[in-house]
């Protein structure tokens, strides 16, 4: 019996649909999907990156900073990880945590302008919040 509120297909047809609905600009449906692939093959690395990336473009900033965190305990080299927890962290407010991810991302790839340039937005976001009354 199937359940009615289960998607049709199996784990890597959600993963695919997932991409297609966060390519078409649906992150909300993309991170529900992705999430639910997630809870089945709770040790699939590309499933759990397409959730964070949904979960970010959907702003659930939070949860994207968690997927990204789980992502980078598995491989704290992973310089994509540490790339997205500090946007992720930045678009939450939290500059210190944003600065220390945009930073290592940086020393892991420097050939990677975008990283650069983040970390330096982050930095100034920074310096002016300490300048405020």
């Keep these: 019996m199937v359940d009615p509120g289960q998607p049709d ?10 991409l297609h609905l ?4 649906n992150p909300d449906a993309a ?8 809870a089945a093959e709770p040790g699939s ?8 990336r ?4 959907a702003g659930r900033y ?10 980078i305990a598995a491989d704290p080299a992973d310089d994509y990880a540490q790339f997205g927890l500090g ?7 939290d500059l210190e945590l944003a600065a220390e991810h945009l930073a290592l991302a940086v020393a892991m790839r420097p050939d990677q302008g975008h990283y650069a340039r983040a970390l330096r937005r982050v930095r100034a976001r920074r310096g002016m919040a300490t300048e405020l009354p």
């Design 31 to 38: 991170a529900t999907l992705l999430a639910r692939a997630l």
């Design 87 to 93: 946007l992720a962290a930045s678009r939450a407010g």
């Design 54 to 57: 949904a979960q970010y473009d």
């Design 62 to 71: 939070r949860e994207a900073i968690e997927s990204f965190r789980e992502l």
């Design 45 to 52: 690395r590309s499933v759990r990156e397409a959730l964070a």
């Design 22 to 25: 966060l390519g078409d600009g």
């Design 9 to 18: 297909g199996g784990v890597y047809d959600w993963y695919q649909r997932g």
